[in-house]
């Protein structure tokens, strides 16, 4: 099991490095640099860093991701504090780079998990960090506000039974979002799988297909889900 509790709330935030030319300084500052500089923040109890498996990456589609496991009362305005603290006084202290381009910071709590049941293709791996190997991240929408409660019992007792299946998925989260003002184009709700593979990307190739193929003429997919900014899958950056 990952690392992700007992902690209740996470935080993502999806950014990207604005010159190709200075991806090694900017991975070297934000490991060595950055992340210390966050986890001196009351609240943060950690920082994971996580890639996009993706070759090309669609327009406004972000490289990588950052994970926080928070522990505060109010997580949403702890956040914005750091978001902040990282246009004001560091970039003050020269602690800062000035290639870093944050695309969206998001704040969630947590609702339910559940374990795949069926045995494991390999030994469960263990990171350094206790983190998964990938996650496959899928921020969602019911777009029919009358099937709110169709829309979550259906995904709690019939989606995550049938994702939990795929050979490689071995747990899967759910979140509700803790933005006190969404705007229209901010998801709800947040699912996370925890991918234990080789080929993080053939695992979710398998889950799009079979939801394609097989669970929609089965009738187990719903049809008023939508997808948010964020969904991707995201391989694990050792530290």
Not at 53 to 76: F, H, M, N
Not at 174 to 193: G, H, I, S, V, W
Not at 212 to 239: E, K, S, W
């Amino acid at each position: 099991m990952s690392e992700l509790f007992p902690t209740r709330t996470i935080a993502l935030e999806y950014l990207d490095c604005t010159d190709q030319l200075r991806e090694y300084e900017f991975n070297h500052w934000y490991n060595k640099v950055h992340i210390p500089d966050l986890l001196e923040t009351s609240g943060i109890e950690n920082v994971y860093r996580y890639r996009n498996v993706a070759k090309e990456l669609r327009e406004g589609q972000a490289r990588y991701l950052t994970l926080y496991r928070i522990d505060s009362d109010d997580p949403w305005d702890l956040m914005q504090n750091v978001m902040l603290e990282d246009n004001g006084k560091r970039v003050e202290q020269g602690r800062m780079i000035d290639c870093i381009k944050v695309h969206q910071v998001t704040v969630w709590d947590f609702l339910v998990m559940r374990r795949t049941v069926s045995p494991l293709q390999r030994p469960e791996t263990h990171l350094p960090d206790g983190m998964p190997e990938a996650l496959f991240v899928v921020p969602t929408f019911c777009t029919d506000p009358a099937r709110e409660n169709e829309f979550k019992d259906w995904y709690l007792h019939t989606h995550f039974h049938d994702l939990l299946e795929t050979p490689g998925l071995i747990q899967a989260h759910r979140f509700l979002t803790l933005n006190p003002e969404p705007k229209d184009d901010d998801a709800p709700y947040l699912a996370l799988y925890e991918i234990d593979s080789d080929d993080p990307a053939a695992v979710v190739k398998r889950i799009l297909d079979d939801d394609r193929n097989v669970r929609i003429p089965q009738g187990r997919m719903i049809n008023c889900i939508r997808a948010g900014y964020g969904f991707a899958t995201y391989q694990h950056i050792d530290l």
